[in-house]
């Protein structure tokens, strides 16, 4: 019997015993034809390979550029088929049963350029109190970085106007001190001057709160940004850190210490930061490609 079809055999045995989908099934054997084909090709069977062999066909992948999701799924059907093989006592030992455990890559943070965050918080109509609101929102949220939940918990009491700074509890609780500038001063400025006007915000502890007053829900807000990036044509899918994601990557395009952004996100871990600087590092690139006369890739 040739290896495809003992795979064809114990994989339809084992989907039949273990209840498995005709998807599941289908799955399993193509994994194992990727691999077994690789193996061939290396003098090697998929009956018989040892552990040296299946870290050099899933190194092999890795190098080809393949997505660590595909990578985790092959891994996972090799140990499967040799628990198979084990059953069937073909083989004694699961040689893919300790691999090292295939990492998933965290998505690079989706950003905008800094000529769409210009559009963005021009869109705003300054001639209506919300205008002016949300003028204030989309400047406070790209000068500080901060989260959205953070925005919407934000008090007077917590916003120095004349030094220019906001004090945040974010995740954990953990306080961080964050700096703004002139322009996202000027815009809260205008807010609380319209806002003092509003009678059921006057009186309000927070900086931006609902028309009853209370603190605005985390939905509202991204709502309300949500509604700008449509109308200055920005088709890309966006999240409500998109502003926070330009914020950071902003300030490392332009020279910002990396240890620095982190305390102004309040990252606990740098290497939470640390993917800020491959989104840096693929705009750096697609610059070039787009730029140079010799950039782009043939």
């Not at 559009?119 to 109509?125: C, D, K, S, V």
């Not at 509202?220 to 899918?237: A, D, F, H, M, P």
């Amino acid at each position: 019997m040739d290896e495809r079809a003992r795979i064809e055999g114990l994989i339809d045995r084992q989907a039949m015993l273990r209840g498995w989908s005709q998807h599941t099934r289908a799955a399993y054997k193509r994994d194992l034809y990727h691999a077994e084909n690789f193996l061939n090709q290396q003098e090697q069977t998929i009956i018989s390979a040892q552990r040296e062999h299946i870290l050099s066909y899933l190194s092999h992948l890795h190098q080809e550029g393949m997505k660590e999701s595909t990578l985790r799924r092959r891994r996972s059907a090799l140990s499967v088929w040799f628990s198979i093989l084990q059953e069937a006592e073909i083989r004694q030992d699961n040689p893919a049963s300790d691999l090292p455990r295939m990492q998933q890559s965290r998505p690079l943070p989706k950003s905008i350029t800094e000529s769409d965050v210009n559009a963005l918080l021009e869109a705003p109509n300054l001639s209506k109190k919300t205008g002016v609101r949300d003028r204030a929102v989309l400047e406070l949220m790209y000068a500080s970085g901060v989260r959205v939940s953070e925005l919407a918990a934000l008090t007077l009491s917590n916003m120095d106007l004349e030094m220019c700074y906001i004090r945040v509890y974010g995740k954990g609780d953990k306080e961080r001190l964050i700096p703004f500038g002139g322009q996202a001063q000027r815009a809260l400025l205008s807010w609380l001057s319209v806002r003092r006007d509003i009678t059921s915000m006057a009186q309000s502890a927070y900086i931006f709160p609902n028309r009853q007053g209370r603190q605005m829900s985390r939905q509202n807000l991204w709502l309300r940004i949500k509604k700008y990036v449509q109308k200055i044509g920005l088709t890309e899918s966006l999240s409500p850190h998109t502003l926070r994601h330009a914020f950071a990557t902003h300030l490392l395009n332009n020279g910002a210490d990396l240890r620095a952004l982190q305390m102004l996100l309040g990252h606990a871990k740098i290497n939470t930061t640390e993917i800020y600087t491959e989104v840096s590092r693929v705009r750096l690139q697609k610059i070039i490609e787009e730029t140079h006369p010799l950039g782009e890739h043939k």
